[in-house]
C-alpha cells in the first residue's frame, strides 16, 4: 500500500481551499509564516512583470450623490504571488491584506478563482467583439432598409 505524500498546509481563516502545489518561501500565506488579515479583495491580473509580484485591476462603482448616478472606477494594487499559486496575466485571483511585504506589497495572491482559457488572447477578444459589434450594425441597417 503506498501513501500519498501530505502537503503541509496551515489555515488561513478565509475558508478557502489551498493551492495544489507546495512551496518553501516564508512570504507565503499557506506554506510560510506570513499572516493575513483585514481586506480581501477579487480581480483580474494586469501584469506579473515583477519578481514574485503581480498588478491586479479591481473595478468598483462610485455614488456621485450631485447626478445620482455611479461612475465606473478601477484601481491597481501591487500583491505578492507565492510560486505555489503563481498567477498569470488574464487570472481572476483572490488577494488578502497582510503585512507591508516591500514599499508597495500589502497584499498577498491566496487563490486563483479561475485561470485564463489558453486559445484566447486578449487581443483576439476586442477583435471579435468589434466585428461582433459591425456585424449587429449591418444587420440593423438591412432591416432599416427592408421595412421602408
Request: hydrophobic content about 30%.
Amino acid at each position: 500500500m503506498i501513501k500519498a505524500e501530505m502537503i503541509y498546509m496551515k489555515d488561513i481563516g478565509l475558508g478557502i481551499k489551498g493551492p495544489e502545489k507546495e512551496c518553501d518561501s516564508l512570504k507565503c500565506p499557506w506554506h510560510g509564516s506570513l499572516k493575513v488579515r483585514g481586506r480581501t479583495f477579487i480581480g483580474k491580473v494586469v501584469s506579473d512583470k515583477g519578481s514574485k509580484t503581480v498588478i491586479v485591476e479591481r473595478s468598483y462603482n462610485r455614488f456621485i450623490k450631485k447626478y445620482e448616478r455611479f461612475e465606473r472606477r478601477k484601481t491597481r494594487i501591487a500583491a505578492h504571488n507565492p510560486d505555489c499559486i503563481a498567477a498569470e496575466i488574464g487570472d481572476v485571483v483572490r488577494i488578502a491584506e497582510c503585512r507591508p511585504i516591500t514599499k508597495t506589497k500589502h497584499f498577498v495572491v491566496v487563490e486563483k478563482i479561475n485561470q485564463k482559457s489558453p486559445h484566447t488572447d486578449g487581443k483576439k477578444d476586442i477583435e471579435n467583439n468589434k466585428n461582433e459589434q459591425e456585424n449587429m450594425k449591418t444587420d440593423v441597417i438591412e432591416n432599416e432598409t427592408d421595412s421602408s
